[in-house]
């Protein structure tokens, strides 16, 4: 260690003699900190004589900067959250989705979805788009999921004027030409058969156990375009769905990272008065429906206590590193992954709607193994409604509040959160909110859930060699017993 410093010593000096800078620069090594011989007898808990005072930043529970909402006259919902940085995240989220299909051909959003971003009356192309992006240092997105369309922005927030006119542009004025359309049909194509080519069962599984609990109606639609109608869909078809789901009153315009007035202000400029591609006639055909759940209920109320419950179901793969933050601890490993090394899979998911959601586990195991599983499961099921213990509901909160808080850290999740909230609602939740609804979920409100779940019909999806998979009748009576056992089966012949 000494022959570095003295060779960089001499670098930084210059030609010399070794010895020369050995002898100029030997002092410093005899220089005294507060663990050495300077304050020998103050400890480190204590503030250091003649240092000023720090002062610290003070934490009074509340949000300085909550998120403000704004309703123009056309019914148009504005939220902001103000969040320090160079750069904000402004979109639009509609109240539209593959939900609200029944009327239409299915697959309209996910069209909509591909189509997003392409020409519109003021930019010629996508590359425009892009182009006038880039010169803020933006990107931008598009997603639908079964109840919500979000066009999506991230900018330096001095281009907020330019963005939020693009995205306005974007949403109520694209030019749908017939080059594009055919391109999107390419695109929703390629995508359908990378779906089942995919090793990962989950999208599809995912897919099925919608259809299987609601179906025929609200989220148990398609959100995929059937390969059937993607030649069925053109450019009347998408306008007829627009003039009815792409309206003022079912739109919001979120920001994080802008001044509310200025959001408010460009709102005005650019989504209020403006007439639509698809022209300014009154939206006719809307569908109102409620999901009817025809596998089990989920009730507004209880969305928390489910939310906790899936944490702590937890589970995964066979093989994860990690310990407890990866959810080592979680019911699904310590009694399912744990004690059967043949199970490639347990993971417990929860979807959450507006008006109703799903609690899942997705298992996998050998077809050979497939009872089995499907028996391991339902008994979970079973015990979600027993003795919940004080110490795994305790983890299963903090865990579930750790990854509040750490996703909320991103801007674009906090705009997707801000803007879901306010359009499901009207209003936002603050974190701290959401976390003293957490941690009031005590065991009773666990097992009062549960119970309430499995008193309803299941709903089963199953993708693979079936072969030896139970009846849904034998799913159900197991689901129906004290054990989850299901009812055993007899052969004459093997």
Known sequence: MAAVVLAATRLLRGPGSWGGARLRFGAPACRQFSSGGAYPSIPLSSPLPGVPTPVFATVDGQEKFETKITTLDNGLRVASQNKFGQFCTVGILINSGSRYEAKYLSGIAHFLEKLAFSSTDRFGSKDEILLTLEKHGGICDCQTSRDTTMYAVSADSKGLDTVVGLLADVVLHPRLTD????????????????????????????????????????????????????????????????????????????????????????????????????????????????????????????????????????????????????????????????????????????????????????????????????????????????????????RAKTQLMSMLMMNLESRPVIFEDVGRQVLATCSRKLPQELCALIRNVKPEDIKRVASQMLRRKPAVAALGDLTDLPTYEHVQAALSSKDGRLPRTYRLFR
């Open 179 to 394: 080059e594009e359309l055919e391109m999107t049909r390419m695109a929703v194509q390629f995508e359908l058969e990378d779906l089942n080519m995919r090793p990962d069962p989950e999208p599809l599984l995912t897919e099925m156990i919608h259809e299987a609990a609601y179906r025929g109606n609200t989220v148990g639609l398609h959100r995929f375009c059937p390969t059937e109608n993607v030649a069925k869909i053109d450019r009347e078809v998408l306008h007829s769905y627009l003039r009815n789901y792409y309206t003022p009153d079912r739109m919001v315009l979120a920001a994080v990272g802008v001044e509310h007035s200025l959001l408010v202000e460009c709102a005005r400029k650019y989504l209020l008065g403006t007439r639509p591609a698809w022209g300014s006639g009154k939206a006719v055909d809307v569908d109102r429906s409620v999901a009817q759940y025809t596998g089990g209920i989920v009730k507004e109320g209880d969305f928390i206590p489910f939310a906790v419950l899936n944490m702590m179901m937890g589970g995964g793969g066979s093989f994860s590193a990690g310990g407890p933050g990866k959810g080592m601890f979680t019911r699904l490993y310590l009694n399912v992954l744990n004690r059967h090394h043949w199970m490639y899979n347990a993971t417990s998911y929860h979807h959450s709607y507006e008006d109703t959601g799903l609690l899942c586990i997705h298992a996998s195991a050998d077809p050979r193994q497939v009872r089995e599983m499907v028996e391991i499961i339902t008994k979970e099921f079973i015990l979600m409604a027993g003795t919940v213990d004080e110490v795994e509901l305790e």
